[in-house]
C-alpha cells in the first residue's frame, strides 16, 4: 500500500512539473532527486513553485486579456447554448425514441422531418465545436504559459455558468426529471462539443499544425456555420434560461418578423476567429523613404 | 541597492560555494544556517529575480546519476553581486551597534 502511493505522489509530482518550463523542471527535479525528500513534500514543493511562476504571470495584460475576453464572455455563451442545444436534442431523441417504427422510413415527409433534425443536431455540433476549437487556439496565442489555467477556467465556466437557471424545454416537458436527459447528455454535449475541441485547438497552437490556408478556409466555414445557427444561438439566451421571446407584430415566435435584439451574440462568438485572421495576415513591410 | 534578507543569504550561500554552488547546495547551506526549511519555489523565484538585478549569473550544468541523470542549475555571484551583499553586511553591523544582541 506505501509502495502504491509513493508512486501516485511521485507520478502526481511528475505532472505538476509538467507546468514548468522545461529547463527548471529539470533543475527541480534533479534537486528534489538529491535531497530525496518524501513524495508528499516534494508535491508541496512543486506545487509552491507552480504557484509563484503562474502569479508572476498574471503580473501581465495577456493572460487578463485571455480571461476577460474570452474564458469569461465566450465561456457563458458557449455554456448556454450547449445546454439548450443539448436540451433540444433530448425533446427529438425521446420522442423518436418512443414513437420508433422503421416502417416510418418508407414515408417521404417522414424522412425529410428526420434528416432536417439530424442536419440542425450535426450544424449545432459543428458550431459549437469550431466556436471552442477557435477559443483554444486564441488561448494558446494570447498567453501561452497560463493556457492551461485559462483552459480549466473556461471548462469550469461552461460547465457551471447555467447552474441556478432552467429552460423552457425543461419548465413545460417531463423528460429532464430523468438523469440521462436532465443531467447526463448536457455534460456529454459539453464535454465531446467544447472541451475536447478547445484542447484541440490549444494543441494545434502550440503544435503550430495548422497552415494559414487551413486557418483561413477554417475562419470562413465558422463564419458560414456561425450565420446559420445564430438565431438558435439568440434563442439560447431566450428559451435557455426559461422565458419566451418577443414573436413581433404576428405575435408568433419563430416567424420572419420576430426582433432580434440579442444578434450581437453571434458577433461576439467570431471574435477569436476574427484574433486568428489578424495574426496570419501578413504584414506590409515599414516605409524607409522617411528617413 | 538593498537587498531583502532571504537575497542576502542566498548571495552568502552562494558566494561560500563558490563553483560548487547550485540550487540544491544553495538550500541545503540555507536550512543549515537558519535552522529552517527552505522551498524550492522560494529558492528558484529568488534566483530569478537576483539574475534579473544582475547580481548572479545562472546556466544549466551537467547531468549527474545522484540526480537521475539531470543537471543542476549553476549559480555565480557577480562583481555587482557582492557590492550589494557587502552593502547589506555593513548595513546590518551600523545599524546593529550598541544593541544587546549585537554586543558578542
Known amino acids: 500500500m506505501g509502495e502504491v502511493m509513493t508512486r501516485i505522489t511521485w507520478a502526481l509530482v511528475d505532472l505538476a512539473t509538467q507546468l514548468l518550463d522545461p529547463h527548471e523542471r529539470d533543475a527541480v527535479c534533479g534537486d528534489l532527486a538529491e535531497c530525496r525528500v518524501s513524495g508528499w513534500r516534494a508535491l508541496g514543493e512543486v506545487l509552491g513553485l507552480v504557484l509563484r511562476r503562474q502569479a508572476a504571470l498574471w503580473t501581465e495584460w495577456r493572460p487578463w486579456l485571455a480571461l476577460m475576453g474570452v474564458v469569461l ?3 457563458i455563451l458557449l455554456s448556454h447554448a450547449s445546454r439548450w442545444w443539448a436540451d433540444s436534442t433530448a425533446l427529438d431523441m425521446s420522442l423518436y425514441i418512443r414513437i420508433w417504427e422503421w416502417s416510418y422510413l418508407g414515408y417521404p415527409g417522414w424522412r425529410r422531418d428526420l434528416f432536417g433534425i439530424m442536419w440542425s443536431v450535426a450544424l449545432n455540433a459543428a458550431a459549437l465545436s ?58 456529454l454535449v459539453r464535454l465531446a462539443f467544447v472541451v475536447l475541441p478547445l484542447l484541440w485547438g490549444i494543441q494545434s497552437h502550440r503544435k503550430s499544425v495548422v497552415r494559414p490556408t487551413m486557418l483561413l478556409v477554417g475562419a470562413a466555414a465558422v463564419i458560414i456555420l456561425t450565420v446559420l445557427v445564430s438565431p438558435g444561438l439568440e ?57 | 541597492m538593498l537587498l531583502g534578507e532571504f537575497e542576502y543569504l542566498m548571495l552568502t550561500a552562494a558566494a561560500r560555494l563558490g563553483d560548487k554552488a547550485y540550487g540544491a547546495a544553495i538550500r541545503q547551506e540555507i536550512e543549515d544556517a537558519t535552522g529552517a526549511p527552505c522551498s524550492i519555489g522560494a529558492l528558484y523565484t529568488t534566483l530569478d529575480r537576483l539574475e534579473g538585478k544582475g547580481l548572479i549569473k545562472t546556466w544549466m550544468g551537467d547531468p549527474t546519476p545522484e540526480r537521475g541523470g539531470r543537471p543542476k542549475r549553476m549559480v555565480r555571484v557577480t562583481p555587482k553581486g557582492v557590492d550589494a551583499a557587502t552593502s547589506f553586511y555593513s548595513a546590518v553591523r551600523r545599524v546593529s551597534r550598541g544593541v544587546a544582541w549585537a554586543k558578542s
Open chain 1, 235 to 291: 434563442n439560447s439566451l431566450v428559451f435557455g434560461r426559461g422565458s419566451f421571446p418577443d414573436g413581433g407584430p404576428d405575435r408568433t415566435v419563430g416567424t420572419s418578423d420576430d426582433p432580434r435584439p440579442l444578434w450581437p451574440v453571434a458577433v461576439l462568438m467570431l471574435w477569436p476567429t476574427a484574433y486568428i485572421l489578424a495574426t496570419i495576415m501578413p504584414r506590409r513591410p515599414r516605409r524607409l523613404d522617411a528617413v
Open chain 1, 73 to 75: 464572455p465566450i465561456g
Open chain 1, 130 to 187: 469550431a466556436w471552442s476549437w477557435t477559443c483554444g487556439y486564441m488561448l494558446a496565442s494570447v498567453s501561452r504559459r497560463t493556457v492551461w489555467v485559462t483552459a480549466m477556467a473556461f471548462a469550469l465556466v461552461v460547465f457551471l455558468a447555467t447552474l441556478g437557471t432552467s429552460t423552457v424545454a425543461r419548465i413545460t416537458h417531463d423528460n429532464f426529471a430523468g438523469h440521462f436527459y436532465g443531467v447526463v447528455l448536457p455534460r
